[in-house]
């Protein structure tokens, strides 16, 4: 890993590979299917734990003490595209391991007959939908979907999968058929696919990966891994508190936050003007980017500059 790891990220990662090992070994024992949870609080770091699982999976760990399964691949589901690019994108710089060619978007251009080993695939639920051409077969040079990828993979036992739903994101719009989809994926369907040996869920809260997971009456609970909070404070990603200033003067309530942003740029200014000047080293200028609202006309840019100049 790039990133040198904070000790509960360690911790949590370790306990994953273990339930990760404990999965692998109940399904090739009796084809029982399990899950479990990763659950931490937004801004824990939940994609960089899940970073560093999937990377000593695949390549191993001296430092997690984790062997290379080199039969592991994952498959990681969310509602949207852009936050798997996102997710993509974060573990890309996290690892240095994990290559463009091993974190693969699937889209309808994905024509192999079932996923390869030592690969973190990502798909958003709305490639799976009934119109998408994912699910089609006979389209753009395809001969199977989606589904037979998926049921080829788990039957042809070539390597062992761990799906990993990622529940973690707020604000997801939640559809009849986004919940038939995954309860699919989950589940499997009659006829179809069969159900995915490993569920590792990743949410915020225990309460929204087990609503995800519906019933779940045949597949073995895992104990979940659930962060501690006050680790997460300790290492002070997390505050304890967050003060919010609101201006006594009515006309200055809606820029209160640029005019707060502009003074802490001063004070950088300041304090690396002084550091610079001490040690001996190049000037350093802070820069303020400031992003716009969508369609702010002249006026509101206007405003925006006054607020800057005034202080």
Known sequence: ???KLIDYH????????????MSRDLWASSKM???FALSAITGAGKTVIA?????AMIYGSSDLDAGAHENATFLWITDDPALNRQTRNKMLDASDL???NTLIEIDDGFLEQELAPKRCYFLNTQKLSKTSRLVQTGT???QVSFWDILSNTIRREKVSLYLILDEAHRGIKRTADRTTIVQRLIHGEKGSNPAVPVVW??????????QAMGETKDRTAFPHVIVDVEKVRSSGLVKDFIGLDQSNEKEKVSTTLLRDAVK????????????CNTAGEPSVLPALVIQVPDKSDNSKIGEIVRTIQEE
């Open 10 to 21: 360690r911790e949590a990662a370790i306990h994953l590979i273990e339930r990760l090992r």
């Open 1 to 3: 890993m790039r990133y």
């Open 51 to 55: 970073a560093v699982v999937i990377e």
């Open 140 to 142: 753009n040079l395809r």
């Open 264 to 275: 802490a740029t001063i004070e950088f200014e300041t304090r690396w003007a002084a550091y």
């Open 98 to 100: 994990l290559l463009p």
């Open 33 to 35: 299917p399990s899950s």
């Open 201 to 210: 869920g990743i949410s915020a809260t225990i309460d929204r990966f087990a």
